[in-house]
């Protein structure tokens, strides 16, 4: 199944072993003994095989983790198991979401 892995600067990854490759330096420089956060915003199927899943998440090292990004998934079914087949993520903007928050009523907090 082709896999495509897309992150918040605009590179690139296609197939499994470019996508272990890349990592291979995160995670034995930079992001040693971090964890992953994350949290489904939204599932939507398609079909009975094909879904997209929407979360927001972030990688750390703390107790608390920042959920500072939005990832898109499309998820595949093959058999019993759904596998990833597309993935991308980006960073969340602060200030444009405030901004945004601020023009648009539907989008802001309960609490504000």
């Known amino acids: ?13 296609f197939g499994r ?3 272990e490759r890349a990592h291979v330096p995160v995670f034995t ?3 040693k003994g ?3 956060d994350l949290r489904v915003l939204q599932t939507r199927l398609l079909n009975a ?19 500072n ?3 898109t998934f499309t998820m595949v079914r093959r058999g019993d ?9 980006t960073k969340k903007n602060r200030l444009f979401i405030r901004v945004n928050e601020l023009a648009e009523p ?3 907090p309960a609490s504000v």
């Open 17 to 19: 072993d470019e996508i």
């Open 34 to 36: 971090s964890r992953m």
């Open 69 to 71: 990004k939005v990832q």
């Open 29 to 31: 420089k930079w992001q």
């Open 1 to 13: 199944m082709p896999l495509s892995y897309i992150i918040y600067v605009g590179l690139t990854y």
């Open 49 to 67: 095989e094909t879904a997209v899943v929407v979360t927001e998440g972030g990688i750390g090292k703390g107790r608390t983790i920042r959920r």
């Open 106 to 108: 539907r989008l802001r």
């Open 81 to 89: 198991r759904w596998l990833c087949s597309a993935f991308h993520n």
